[in-house]
């Protein structure tokens, strides 16, 4: 994360940031919660209950992941990063690796990612296996059937949650992309801004229902890049 001196900007992405590149969102009419039962593999009962679909359904996920590339939205967040001259932080509830594959570095995964592995053993977090089995084995304690997804699942404390809450009280603009602002506690960040006195931003292809300063309604692959353009070209960062 870049030193926090002034002019802070802390950006939210979700899944519709990425949806231009072909995954699929969560709760768009055709969305991931359409086709699976977020309590079967998405929960730690869940995977208890069946570890075998939970694992295919992330190595689904990443055989997914693995056909998709960057689009013009997630190119712009990292072109604004290297851009930016105060502090930036981008937080993503994506699993996905498009944040990175497009540049930006430092990229807070709340919610985990596909490439992790974490061990319930041990606790080691180690880059996982792109199939991944009841007979992964642990590179860090060497336990088979102990490795899951490095996933944060419903129920579950989301990574970072200290870092955001910090970033989130100094933030002077905070900007909220892709996202249905269904899930908490990232969809409690937008009041937390507010009350640092940010100014609060919406891109997403509707507006999501909650109070943003600015609400710019579109495609991310085309309402990113222009957004990133009037930003780096308005320096007080109101908009
Ligand atoms: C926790 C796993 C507690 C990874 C996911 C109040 C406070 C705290 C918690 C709760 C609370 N109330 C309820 C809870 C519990 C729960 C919750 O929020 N439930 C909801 C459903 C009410 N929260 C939790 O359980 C969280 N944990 O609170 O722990 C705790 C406390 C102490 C100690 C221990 C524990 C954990 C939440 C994380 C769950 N994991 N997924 C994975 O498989 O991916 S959630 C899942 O939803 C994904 O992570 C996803 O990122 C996330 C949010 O979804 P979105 O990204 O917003 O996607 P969605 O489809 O909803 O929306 C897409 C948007 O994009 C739409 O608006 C669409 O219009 C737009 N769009 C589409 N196309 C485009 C576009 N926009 C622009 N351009 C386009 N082209």
């Known amino acids: 994360m870049q030193p926090f001196t002034e002019r802070n900007i802390v950006i939210l992405t979700g899944a519709g940031i990425s949806a231009e590149s072909g995954l699929d969102t969560f709760r768009d009419p055709d969305g991931i919660w359409a086709k699976y039962d977020y309590r079967r593999v998405a929960t730690p009962e869940g995977f208890a209950a069946d570890p075998d679909l939970v ?66 053993a041990c606790g080691a977090r180690f880059t996982g296996p792109a199939e991944m089995t009841t007979a992964s084995v642990c590179p860090a304690c060497a ?61 997403n292809l509707e507006a999501s229902g909650a109070h943003f300063d600015t609400i710019i309604e579109g495609r991310a692959s085309e309402t990113v890049p222009a957004f990133v353009e009037r930003l780096l070209a308005a320096p007080d960062g109101r908009l």
Request: charged share 20%; with cysteine.
């Open 55 to 120: 694992h295919e359904f992330y190595n689904m996920r990443r055989r997914e992941a693995a056909k998709c590339a960057p689009n013009p939205a997630h190119a712009a967040l990292a072109r604004l990063q290297r851009e930016w001259p105060g502090g930036f932080l981008l937080v993503t509830q994506n699993i996905d690796g498009l944040h990175e594959g497009a540049g930006s570095t430092d990229v807070l995964h709340m919610h985990g990612t596909l490439s992790g592995g974490l061990c319930a």
């Open 143 to 203: 336990e088979a059937g102990s490795v899951r997804p490095d996933v944060v699942w419903f129920g579950e404390m989301p990574y970072g949650m200290d870092e955001i809450s910090d970033a989130l009280a100094m933030a002077d603009l905070f900007v909220s992309i892709g996202t249905s602002g269904t899930v908490y506690p990232a969809a409690g960040f937008v009041r937390l801004a507010k009350e640092a006195g940010a100014w609060t931003v919406e891109l």
